[in-house]
T-cell receptor, first 111, second 112 residues
Framework: KAGVTQTPRYLIKTRGQQVTLSCSPI?????VSWYQQTPGQGLQFLFE???????NKGNFPGRFSGRQFSNSRSEMNVSTLELGDSALYLC??????????FGPGTRLLVL | GENVEQHPSTLSVQEGDSAVIKCTYS??????FPWYKQELGKRPQLIID?????GEKKDQRIAVTLNKTAKHFSLHITETQPEDSAVYFC???????????FGKGTKLTVNP
């Protein structure tokens, strides 16, 4: 099976802009979770979607949002970008029961 | 909410030695504990996981132990090799939840 894919792999934006990241899960997986990875805070959970519904949410401001489509692909949106949003954004897919497999990530740089 | 502490933050061993990384968790409801290995510039890769109904699990040179009473779990790597050099993350979650709470990571260096 093909692994989790994410697009784009790299992104440079300026403060105030918005960005949309995409994640395609492993075929047959219905859950997609998003994580932010930074050197200071490590890996932090953003949210999880299962069958097009947000099932879990982390402690991030409302500028961070997401959605999932009927084919299980997921998008994450960050509005009004801040310098502190610079990070590696990872998505992970699972069948919906625990074992998660990560994508390669999207590295976002906010200038 | 759940909090996962991971120690040490860095670990340097000689090739062939064993390496042990320890994690503690705070929420007694957590019952799933995966370990991920992340090489520089790569995605986290699941290397082993354990559920709370099991005390120990082994996969070749890697083993994980879980002490539910003390709320801690450990990763053991035997006969370390240079390719084991990476950052290792422990995590915890509750059954049915895909919300993984991660430790801060341990940078393991295996010296040839």
């Amino acid at each position: 099976k093909a692994g989790v894919t994410q697009t784009p792999r790299y992104l440079i934006k300026t403060r105030g802009q918005q960005v949309t990241l995409s994640c395609s899960p492993i075929s047959g997986h219905r859950s997609v979770s998003w994580y932010q990875q930074t050197p200071g805070q490590g890996l932090q959970f953003l949210f999880e979607y299962f069958s097009e519904t947000q099932r879990n949410k982390g402690n991030f401001p409302g500028r961070f949002s997401g959605r999932q489509f009927s084919n299980s692909r997921s998008e994450m949106n960050v509005s009004t970008l801040e310098l502190g949003d610079s990070a590696l954004y990872l998505c992970a897919s699972s069948t919906g029961w625990e074992t998660q497999y990560f994508g390669p990530g999207t590295r976002l740089l906010v200038l | 909410g759940e909090n996962v502490e991971q120690h040490p933050s860095t670990l340097s061993v000689q090739e062939g030695d064993s390496a042990v990384i320890k994690c503690t968790y705070s929420d007694s409801a957590s019952n799933y504990f995966p370990w991920y290995k992340q090489e520089l510039g790569k995605r986290p890769q699941l290397i082993i996981d354990i559920r709370s109904n099991v005390g120990e699990k082994k996969d070749q040179r890697i083993a994980v132990t879980l002490n539910k009473t003390a709320k801690h779990f450990s990763l053991h790597i035997t006969e370390t090799q240079p390719e084991d050099s990476a950052v290792y993350f422990c995590a915890a979650s509750q059954g049915g939840s895909e919300k993984l709470v991660f430790g801060k990571g341990t940078k393991l260096t295996v010296n040839p």
